[in-house]
């Protein structure tokens, strides 16, 4: 068990580029998250996939933001014609089942700065 | 909506001094999970407990306490005889339910500096 990992750590990018970021749950985790975030703030929920499909989105995730999990593994979540207001910590979890009972991982996250 | 509120945004107390962090929280689930999170200036979430919604006893570990009161909705966190290393930023949690999972609900934290 390597925990939750996230890539890259850092990423620099000129407004208007688009920019990918992965996640690698623990392996026998079927539930994924994704939040995010802003500098002073706590995390706040994104988006969830159990196994594949993609079950719950918030209404921070706007038209611009996409996320993946291709066949239930890793997932990506990408940003198209980023916006300074999109610089923040990126952190995805994990989880094995329905409730935060099955445990609940996190990653070091992925940290996005808009110039 | 779930709402967890951490009142004081900045602590700063001189180190060996006890330290209490105050969380309250609003939730329409009759059973939840509540949370507190270390975050030291590396970034990474730092799980400290997990409590369930009807397990009200209060729980230590180490230098750490927690105080669970339901009649109030609150979930507290206190560092007995404070170090310098647990300068962070700390962050109390509570599960919402979503389609076949939960989710964490966050408050805004709590910046808590240690000063030797």
């Known amino acids: 068990d390597t925990g939750v990992s996230q890539n890259p750590r850092h990423k620099i990018t000129k407004r208007g580029q688009n920019v990918t970021f992965r996640c690698d749950p623990i392996s026998e985790h079927n539930r994924l998250y994704w939040y995010r975030q802003t500098l002073g703030q706590g995390p706040e929920f994104l988006t969830y996939f159990q196994n594949e499909a993609q079950l719950e989105k918030s209404r921070l995730l706007s038209d611009r933001f996409s996320a993946e999990r291709p066949k239930g593994s890793f997932s990506t979540l990408e940003i198209q014609r980023t916006e300074q207001g999109d610089s923040a910590m990126y952190l995805c979890?994990?989880?094995?089942?329905?409730?935060?009972?099955?445990?609940?991982?996190f990653g070091s996250g992925t940290r996005l700065t808009v110039v | 909506a779930q709402k967890v509120t951490q009142a004081q945004t900045e602590i700063s107390v001189v180190e060996k001094e006890d330290v209490t962090l105050d969380c309250v929280y609003e939730?329409?689930?009759?059973?939840?999970?509540l949370f507190w999170y270390k975050q030291p200036p590396s970034g990474e979430l730092v799980f400290l407990i997990r409590?369930?919604?009807?397990?009200?006893q209060n729980e230590i570990s180490g230098r750490y306490s927690w105080n669970f009161q339901k009649s109030t909705s609150s979930f507290n966190f206190t560092i007995t005889a404070s170090q310098v290393v647990d300068s962070a930023v700390y962050f109390c949690?509570?599960?919402?339910?979503?389609?076949?999972?939960?989710?964490?609900?966050f408050g805004q934290g709590t910046r808590l500096t240690i000063n030797p």
């Open positions: 939730t329409r689930d009759t059973t939840y999970y």
């Open positions: 409590r369930n919604s009807f397990d009200e």
């Open positions: 949690a509570l599960s919402e339910l979503i389609q076949g999972a939960q989710k964490l609900v």
């Open positions: 979890a994990s989880s094995s089942g329905p409730t935060t009972a099955y445990g609940y991982t």
